[in-house]
Each structure stands twice: as structure tokens, then as C-alpha cells.
């Protein structure tokens, strides 16, 4: 067995027993609640650790997220985010099935199926057929992105042949390898093998795709070390392999570029699946040596509402959607925040100008936010302005120390990434009805007035990648657009919990909010779908606070705590009669609720479906049937 399996299995099994215990690995003291009637720790899944009741998320288009090492990974349509976790995603559909979506050539798949190290009847044997051919069985529908680096692994045992071959359409590495030995030939540097017990070995290469292509990636019986790449061989038709956990997974952009967990494909059934609500993508709360991911990075849960990306080649800025002043534009440059090798140089000219690139948008009188991700090459200060009717909102920024310059009327913050990398945020204030030129441009410092023209070099500037402009008054997760806006829709995460709760009970929420939201944001409803209702939200009222309200269709009533943006938070009820606020350490005595139960509850986390959706993360969700002590609830608010 080798070691990640061993650790993914004490993972799944011995973490559930330390959180029950200790709350994941000893966070909390021993003096920690009893077990909730409700738990879902959302910090790399959807699926509660105790709950009754289903689990509905939705979200019907595609979006980002950023991963533990702060890359930018495109999700699916319908795939629940998580920042700061670790994603997997397996591109080989039906993973343990080769008799479904697979080709076979010359051999046939044997019906009696193979027990893999842990018992499992998952393995199937692939037998050679009685002719000189290739025999091999592949996948032609797997998507590769051309230049992208991915890994192929399947566990493979020998069934009277000892050597298997990984080939690919979409490249010309390949891989032998020899399953008495652990040995490999062919491509050098590309393959891996560990010996995963009783015969198995998982088997793997890595190769960098020259094709753009949906390209089929072949499992070959080979009677050599020495067969090169999708050699034909007679066999003699009933000699083969067994295998089983077939994974294709990209790790473009990823620092350790080595098999991840496997992750299953077409064998779950029905949502959430591995817990991310697609087939196929599980998210991770370790990195790939399987240590813990801190929570300074593991947010949780990522509920947005929708955005639309106005912008458009959000990318690719030597189009004709971004005129150029005198500056030039050379494109895919270097590695962007996504992995990919997609950033381009805007390199500035050796002469005093309008060194920008800009672009032409159709705007309504409304706030808006504009973000791009730069990178210095020479040049360190950048101003994000816009010809705007009467606006003459602009933001300067220092990129040789991540810090806001000189800012009029609009609101600038800035994201320090790796690599380099920063992401300049804007926040203008609010604009005419018009069509604007919104510009990125270099300046001479950062204490630039508005439009101030900089000359360079003809060599020095600063690398630009995923521009974004959006309505509202704050800056959400990366949307690319090519030739058309793109919209990303609403996040909307609810739970039925039933008889999860009853009279006497308790609630804990850790939620993260953006910092620069600045109207009402719910963390979380719950309710009967009638009268009683129960929210924790942002609460501006001119100063920023975190409250609880409680609405039973005549009266509401309502606890406000602290002014902050990130909080733990603990609500407690005292038979149905005192509403309390537990934040930071601090017990809020708040206000007086009617001896009122809810009816067959949902919890809608971040508020999706209701009025004022919270607009970042949300974890550690937690419900009691009993009310904790003050003292547990009140290092709950300040221990997540």
C-alpha cells in the first residue's frame, strides 16, 4: 500500500473520529459540546458529518476558485468552491469500467472482477487476443488543454504479463513499466511507480500535451521494457493485466506535481458525490503530503451572487478589445495566477505618452468594480482610471511593495499573490449613464494626478492578466471571458435538517466576509418557509456589525455584536425564550423570542435564495439539540 492511500484512509476514517472527540485534531479542549444534532464543517465538502435531511446546491455555470497555493482553478458548472482547499478533479470518465466509453483493440475484457489491496471487487482484467497487434484500450474523450502538464496514473496488476505501457494521442511521451521490478523505460524523467501491495502497482506518467484536443490516452500490454510507444506483439489470447483507478488529472501551476488521491468517476450515483456536487472533483483539507492546509488560507465554503464579467478577452490583450496608447503588448509571456502560460508583457515606450491599454464599456448610473492581475517588469506603478462622462474617479498603485498610492474619489485595494502576482482592486463611486474607456495605464509614481502620462525604457513594465469589470461595489472571483460577457450565477446552498434540532438548541457559524462589502450580507437564514425566521448577517446601520435577527411575521427582534468583518459566531436560545450573540470572546444578551418552534427547518448558508446573499465564505457550521454553556459557547465564537 503505498503512503498517500494510507493516509487518505486514516484520513477519512480516524479524522471523523479526532473531530468527533477534539474537533478536527485538537483545536478545541476536551471540555468541547456534545455532538451536534447538526454538523458541517464546509471546508472541503458539502456534506455534513451528522445531519437528517437533504442537500441542494445550485449554481448553473462555470466559475473559479483559488486552490491552498493561491492558483486560480476553473470549476464546473454545479462544482461547490472551496477556498483555500486543495481540488482534484479526475478527467477519465467511467474510472473503474473499461467496458463503458472505453475502445479495445485486439483484447477482449474479462467478466470476473478483481480484488484491489483493500477487498474491492474493482479491478478487471484486459486480455490480449491471439494476433500480432497493439493491444490496448483507450479513452478518446478526455479533454486536454494544449501546453498543459497532466498526470496519468492506473493501478495495474500482472495476469500472466508483466508489463504495462501508458501512452498518449496528445503527445509522444510514454511510459513502460515492469511489474516485478518496479523498473521503467521509455520517456525519461516522465513515469513513477509505487507498489501499492499484493501485486498492484500504481502506475504513472506525466506529460505536457502538444494537441488541443479531446485525446485518447491508451493502457497497452507490451511484452517488453524494451517496446516502444504502441508496439504491436503476438500474444497468445488469454494472457493479460488487471487493472482498476484509471486518473487523469492536470496539475498545471501545481508546486508538487504528483498523483493526487484517486478520485472516482461515474460510480457514485447522485449528488454531492465526493462532497463538491459533480461527478469526478473532491476537494482536499491537506496538501499532497498530507499536511493539515492552515486556516489562515482553508476559508471554506465560496457563496457569491451573480456577477457578469464586462470585459471582454479578459486575457488576451493584443486584441482588437483593447486599443493600445504607445506601449506594446506582447502575449503568453509568463506563467499567470491560473498556471497557465498565458500573461502578457505590456511593455511601455522610451518616449512620455498614454502608455495604457483600455477598453470601450457601455455603462449604466450605477457603482461599478474593476480588478486585473499585474506583475512588475521594470516598472512598479500603475493607475486604473476611465474616461467617464463627469467621473474623475482614478487609483494609482505601488507594485515594488503591494501598497495604494495617491486615490480620488473611487476606492483602491490591492492582493498580494505569489510569484510576484498582485490583483489591483477599484471601487468607483457612482457614474453616469455613458460609455466609458476604462484604463489600466503606467505613471511616473505613485502620487500620479489622473492620466499622467510616464515614458519607459522600450524594455522596462508589468505583466497583465484576467481583467474584470463588474456591477456593484466590490470585487468577486475570477470570471474569463473571451468574445462575449460571461456571467457567473448565484451560489445557493441549502439544508433540510428536520429533526436535526429541536425546542432547546444552539447554533455556531465561522464566516469570513469580504472587506470591502459595504451593504447587508446574511451568513445565514434558517426557516420554516413561513414566518419564523432566523438570520446572522453584516449589518451596516452606518457602522459595520455582525447581528442576529429573528422575524416571527409581526416583530423583529435583533442583537447586534462588534463592529468587524471576520468573526466566529455562536447563537443561543434559552428555552425559546433569550436570544444571545457569542462573538471574539464576548456574549451579547440580546433579545426576548416567543416561545415559537420552527417547522421542518432550512438552513440556507450565505443567504442564496433570500434577501442580501453573503458575498464570501462561510464553515464550520454547527446546531445543537441542548444549549452549550456560556463558556463553551463563548470559546466556540473565538476558536473555530
Known amino acids: 500500500m503505498d503512503r498517500l492511500t494510507a493516509t487518505n484512509r486514516l484520513t477519512a476514517t480516524d479524522r471523523l473520529t479526532a473531530t468527533n472527540r477534539l474537533n478536527d485534531g485538537g483545536r478545541l479542549p476536551l471540555s468541547y459540546p456534545p455532538r451536534a444534532g447538526f454538523e458541517a464543517p464546509l471546508t472541503n465538502s458539502i456534506i455534513p458529518q451528522m445531519s437528517v435531511g437533504a442537500i441542494s446546491y445550485t449554481r448553473a ?3 473559479t476558485v483559488t486552490d491552498h497555493e493561491w492558483v486560480i482553478r476553473n470549476c464546473l458548472s454545479g462544482e461547490a468552491r472551496f477556498q483555500g482547499a486543495r481540488r482534484v478533479r479526475n478527467l ?3 474510472s473503474q469500467d473499461v467496458n463503458i466509453s472505453w475502445n479495445k483493440f485486439s483484447l477482449t475484457v474479462s467478466g470476473t472482477k478483481v480484488a484491489y489491496t483493500d477487498g474491492s471487487l474493482i479491478g478487471q482484467t484486459i486480455v490480449s487476443a491471439a494476433a500480432s497487434a497493439v493491444h490496448y484500450v483507450s479513452n478518446g474523450t478526455w479533454p486536454v488543454i494544449i501546453w498543459n502538464t497532466y498526470l496519468f496514473s492506473v493501478s495495474v496488476k500482472a495476469a500472466w504479463v508483466n508489463f504495462v505501457q501508458l501512452a498518449f494521442a496528445a503527445s509522444t511521451t510514454y511510459q513502460n513499466f515492469d511489474l516485478t521490478n518496479w523498473s521503467m523505460a521509455g520517456t525519461a524523467g516522465a513515469g ?3 507498489d501499492e501491495w499484493n501485486g498492484w502497482y500504481r502506475c504513472t506518467v506525466k506529460f505536457v500535451s502538444t494537441l488541443g484536443t479531446n485525446a485518447g490516452q491508451g493502457i497497452v500490454i507490451v511484452s517488453s521494457m524494451s517496446d516502444a510507444r504502441l508496439w504491436a506483439n503476438l500474444w497468445d489470447g488469454v494472457s493479460g493485466i488487471s487493472i482498476c483507478r484509471m486518473q487523469l488529472e492536470d496539475v498545471t501551476g501545481q508546486s508538487v506535481q504528483t498523483p493526487s488521491e484517486y478520485v472516482s468517476t461515474n460510480v457514485l450515483t447522485a449528488a454531492p458525490y465526493h462532497g463538491a456536487n459533480v461527478d469526478g472533483v473532491k476537494y482536499f483539507d491537506t496538501d499532497i503530503n498530507g499536511t493539515p492546509i492552515p486556516d489562515s488560507t482553508l476559508k471554506g465554503f465560496l457563496c457569491e451572487w451573480a456577477r457578469t464579467n464586462l470585459f471582454l478577452q479578459s486575457e488576451d490583450f493584443l486584441t482588437t478589445w483593447w486599443p493600445l496608447g504607445i506601449g506594446a503588448v506582447t502575449t503568453n509571456q509568463t506563467t499567470a495566477p491560473n498556471g497557465t502560460m498565458t500573461a502578457d508583457l505590456f511593455t511601455l515606450a522610451a518616449s512620455f505618452g498614454a502608455q495604457w491599454v483600455t477598453q470601450s464599456l457601455t455603462t449604466t448610473a450605477a457603482v461599478y468594480s474593476q480588478s486585473i492581475y499585474v506583475k512588475p517588469n521594470g516598472h512598479n506603478y500603475i493607475q486604473c482610471n476611465a474616461v467617464w462622462g463627469i467621473s474623475l474617479g482614478y487609483v494609482n498603485f505601488d507594485l515594488s511593495n503591494g501598497t495604494v498610492g495617491t486615490q480620488s474619489l473611487w476606492t483602491g485595494t490591492i492582493e498580494t499573490l505569489p510569484n510576484g502576482w498582485y490583483r489591483i482592486k477599484v471601487v468607483t463611486n457612482t457614474i453616469s449613464a455613458t460609455t466609458a474607456n476604462v484604463s489600466f495605464a503606467a505613471v511616473p509614481s505613485s ?4 492620466g ?8 522596462s513594465g508589468f505583466y497583465i492578466w484576467g481583467a474584470q469589470f463588474e456591477l456593484w461595489q466590490n470585487v468577486s472571483s475570477y470570471i474569463p471571458t473571451t468574445t462575449v460577457t460571461v456571467t457567473r450565477n448565484i451560489d445557493v446552498l441549502t439544508y433540510n435538517v428536520r429533526n436535526a434540532i429541536a425546542n432547546q438548541w444552539a447554533l455556531s457559524v465561522v464566516c469570513s466576509m469580504d472587506d470591502n462589502e459595504i451593504f447587508d450580507r446574511r451568513a445565514l437564514n434558517l426557516s420554516s418557509f413561513t414566518v419564523n425566521r432566523l ?3 453584516l449589518r451596516t446601520l452606518w457602522v459595520p456589525t455582525v447581528g442576529i435577527v429573528y422575524w416571527d ?9 462588534v463592529a468587524a ?4 459566531i455562536a447563537v443561543s436560545w434559552t428555552n425559546w425564550v433569550w436570544l444571545n450573540l457569542y462573538m471574539n470572546n464576548i456574549k451579547y444578551i440580546g433579545a426576548f423570542v416567543p416561545s415559537l418552534a420552527f417547522t421542518l427547518p432550512t438552513i440556507d448558508v450565505g443567504g442564496g435564495s433570500l434577501w442580501y446573499p453573503l458575498f464570501w465564505c462561510i464553515r464550520d457550521l454547527r446546531i445543537w439539540k441542548t444549549v452549550p454553556t456560556d463558556t463553551e459557547l463563548l470559546f466556540l465564537s473565538n476558536n473555530p
Do not use: F, K, L
Open 61 to 63: 455555470t462555470i466559475a
Open 92 to 94: 477519465t470518465p467511467y
Open 192 to 194: 513513477s511507480v509505487v
Open 447 to 450: 502620487t500620479a494626478t489622473r
Open 452 to 459: 499622467q502620462t510616464a515614458a519607459g525604457t522600450g524594455t
Open 535 to 537: 438570520h446572522i448577517q
Open 553 to 561: 411575521g409581526v416583530t423583529v427582534r435583533s442583537v447586534i455584536g
Open 565 to 568: 468583518w471576520t468573526n466566529n
